[in-house]
């Protein structure tokens, strides 16, 4: 594997400070999003699963309208027999054989009832199983319009950022190049463990950009001679001076008017 051509370490200084405005141009298109990503996805979720339910509910009506043909079924073939065991009670030679058949005609009958008792309780069930596909009905198509939009912004959002994104994304890739791989992973580890993303600061009003704790005037010198690579002992971060802040701040930004066009 080839060897980093030697860089001095103003040059390294310089290739961290504009790797850290590019991953910061980055955050800021990703902030612009927003939450926007995650309300999609739940949303698809929240949709997902209401339209899961309606399947279910759907499903239980038609078991439901099923139990019900069978209950109905029930009653005919009671019928049929209570039918049939009155015929033969005019044939009877006994009592105790019409006694038998009464009994039944009596069993028959009750399970009539019974079918019937629950075919009122299944339609119960029916009716109360619409109102709760009416309500489903209505939420899902309140989630799914909602859905539409957000996902209609965040396709607007991607549309202008997307673009510039994926050309920093490689920009960030090649001032990685132009540093040697202890100081990115440094740099990476920093920026991973600071709420804000900065691991490269400059020294503002004698001040640390990222603690704004005071900087030793023999500290500030050091920083502003370029001839290493200086943390602040409060945060961690790397810092540069102001001038070369901004010297590349005004290069950045050049670069960063280029790409969003």
Do not use: C, W
């Amino acid at each position: 594997m080839a060897k980093k051509a030697e860089v001095s370490v103003e040059e390294r200084l310089r290739a961290l400070y504009d790797l850290q405005l590019i991953d910061s141009r980055v955050d800021e298109i990703r902030n612009v999003r927003g939450e926007l990503p995650l309300e999609v996805r739940d949303l698809e979720d929240e949709v997902e699963g209401l339209n899961l339910r309606m399947d279910k509910l759907n499903d239980s009506l038609t078991i439901i309208d099923e139990d019900i043909k069978g209950k109905k079924n029930l009653i005919e073939e009671a019928k049929t027999l209570i039918k049939k065991y009155t015929e033969q009670q005019k044939n009877v030679r006994n009592n105790r054989e019409y006694n038998s058949l009464t009994k039944e005609i009596e069993f028959q009958e009750l399970e009539i009832q019974l079918a019937e008792k629950n075919i009122k309780e299944f339609k119960v069930q029916i009716e109360q199983k619409k109102e709760v596909i009416s309500g489903t009905k209505d939420r899902l198509k309140d989630r799914v319009a909602h859905l539409k939009h957000k996902k209609g912004e965040l396709n607007e959002i991607l549309k202008e950022t997307e673009k510039e994104e994926d050309a920093l994304k490689g920009k960030s890739e090649d001032f990685q190049k132009k540093i040697d791989d202890r100081l990115v992973k440094a740099y990476q580890r920093i920026r991973n463990n600071v709420k804000n993303g900065l691991a490269v600061v400059a020294i503002e009003r004698g001040a640390s950009g990222g603690s704004f704790f005071t900087i030793p005037p023999q500290i500030q010198v050091e920083i502003a001679s370029r001839k290493k690579v200086i943390t602040d002992e409060h945060s961690g971060r790397i810092l540069v001076d102001a001038e070369l802040a901004e010297e590349e701040k005004i290069k950045m930004n050049k670069l960063f008017a280029k790409l969003s066009k």
